[in-house]
């Protein structure tokens, strides 16, 4: 452990305690985000099972740490410092894809990658979730942000999700079946807090060739390659305000390739932040301010952040 990084290394040292030999202390967090900056967690703990839910609650309540659940990490800038709590990923048990031809539904478990489940589901001839193939994402962050992209969201296409509510004082905590119309799915946000934990989704699809299901996939594929950048980046940095675009405001601002230290606005897409290797959160943040900065002032539009801040704790000027 890092003592003089944390402001309360005792509670570090609770929570890693309750957690057991399976905590991890001074974990990779930023390093694991598609961005690849920010520092550590203060601790990190692999769920498997309800009792590691339970588990974990335990620690959260003994140490007054907060949790979050880490997915793939592609909509998420950690802060420099670290995030002072417990990181929750989930493991093998939430890793499942089972797909239902009679129905064309499809069961994922939380930590199923989307580009994995959308080429899975192409390959057997289920449709409509090929737009997931563009998403870096998981499907338990998916449920919780309502991804989307190539003109779809995961609203479109779920049926329910099992939830289970650390705030719960059932042991284990409770896990509840939702269904779709009960999670607030709006643009690029959920009615989830964080006191739940998406385990699972079901997901509606329909019958379609293989073949032109793949060719679809890789036509977003393709398409992705050309308009959007590659390196070292969390996606999309900011919300599209309604009927406009986030990265056109951006463009005509002029800030295409506006660079602080060691983060740039990208030469291909202007919603995207690309940082160098090495390079800092605090450079990401100072990028993201700027631009609000600038698109408020030409356009009269106050952008909001899409990639969620951890660590930061209170950030008037992007909140």
Same mark, same amino acid.
């Given at each position: 452990?890092?003592? =003089?990084?944390?402001? =309360?290394?005792? !509670?570090?040292?609770?929570?890693?305690?309750?957690?057991?030999?399976?905590?991890?202390?001074?974990?990779?967090?930023?390093?694991?985000?598609?961005?690849?900056?920010?520092? &550590?967690?203060?601790?990190?703990?692999?769920?498997?099972?309800?009792?590691?839910?339970?588990?974990?609650?335990?620690?959260?309540?003994?140490?007054?740490?907060?949790?979050?659940?880490?997915?793939?990490?592609? /909509?998420?800038?950690?802060?420099?410092?670290?995030?002072?709590?417990? !990181?929750?990923?989930?493991?093998?048990?939430?890793? %499942?894809?089972?797909?239902? @031809?009679?129905e064309t539904t499809v069961t994922a478990g939380a930590a199923v990658v989307l580009p994995v489940l959308a080429r899975?589901?192409?390959?057997?001839?289920?449709?409509?979730?090929?737009?997931?193939?563009?998403?870096?994402?998981?499907v338990g962050g998916a449920v919780r942000m309502n991804a989307g992209g190539h003109g779809s969201d995961l609203a479109?296409?779920?049926? =329910?999700?099992?939830?289970?509510?650390?705030?719960?004082? =059932?042991?284990?905590?409770?896990? $509840?079946?939702?269904?779709?119309?009960?999670?607030?799915? %709006?643009?690029?946000?959920?009615?989830?807090?964080?006191?739940?934990?998406?385990?699972?989704?079901?997901?509606?699809?329909?019958?379609?060739? &293989?073949?032109?299901?793949?060719?679809?996939?890789?036509?977003? $594929?393709?398409?992705?390659?050309?308009?959007?950048?590659?390196?070292? /980046?969390?996606?999309?940095?900011?919300? /599209? &305000?309604?009927?406009?675009?986030?990265?056109?405001?951006?463009?005509?601002?002029?800030?295409? %390739?506006?660079?602080?230290?060691?983060?740039?606005?990208?030469?291909?897409?202007? /919603?995207?932040?690309?940082?160098?290797? %090495?390079?800092?959160?605090?450079? $990401?943040?100072?990028?993201?301010?700027?631009?609000?900065?600038?698109?408020?002032?030409? @356009?009269?539009?106050?952008?909001?952040?899409?990639?969620?801040?951890?660590?930061?704790?209170?950030? &008037?000027s992007l909140a």
């Amino acid at each position: 452990m890092c003592p =003089d990084r944390w402001s =309360d290394p005792d !509670a570090v040292s609770t929570a890693a305690a309750v957690l057991g030999p399976r905590a991890r202390s001074d974990a990779p967090l930023g390093a694991l985000t598609t961005s690849r900056v920010g520092g &550590p967690a203060a601790v990190a703990f692999e769920i498997s099972s309800a009792a590691d839910l339970q588990c974990a609650r335990e620690a959260s309540e003994a140490s007054g740490l907060e949790i979050i659940v880490f997915g793939r990490g592609s /909509n998420v800038l950690v802060a420099d410092r670290g995030f002072e709590g417990i !990181a929750l990923f989930l493991g093998e048990a939430y890793s %499942g894809i089972e797909i239902d @031809h009679a129905e064309t539904t499809v069961t994922a478990g939380a930590a199923v990658v989307l580009p994995v489940l959308a080429r899975r589901c192409a390959s057997v001839g289920i449709g409509g979730l090929e737009w997931a193939v563009g998403v870096p994402g998981s499907v338990g962050g998916a449920v919780r942000m309502n991804a989307g992209g190539h003109g779809s969201d995961l609203a479109s296409c779920l049926i =329910d999700a099992d939830i289970a509510d650390l705030d719960s004082q =059932d042991t284990p905590p409770l896990v $509840v079946c939702c269904q779709a119309e009960d999670l607030a799915l %709006g643009y690029r946000r959920s009615g989830l807090g964080d006191s739940d934990v998406v385990l699972r989704a079901r997901l509606q699809g329909h019958r379609t060739p &293989p073949d032109a299901a793949m060719g679809r996939i890789a036509d977003i $594929v393709r398409w992705r390659r050309e308009h959007q950048p590659g390196g070292q /980046n969390s996606g999309s940095v900011f919300m /599209n &305000p309604p009927s406009d675009s986030a990265g056109a405001r951006i463009d005509q601002a002029g800030l295409r %390739g506006l660079r602080i230290g060691t983060a740039e606005i990208s030469r291909v897409h202007a /919603n995207f932040i690309v940082s160098d290797p %090495g390079g800092t959160a605090a450079d $990401v943040v100072a990028l993201m301010v700027e631009i609000r900065r600038r698109v408020a002032e030409k @356009h009269g539009v106050t952008l909001q952040p899409e990639v969620r801040m951890v660590g930061f704790g209170d950030s &008037p000027s992007l909140a």
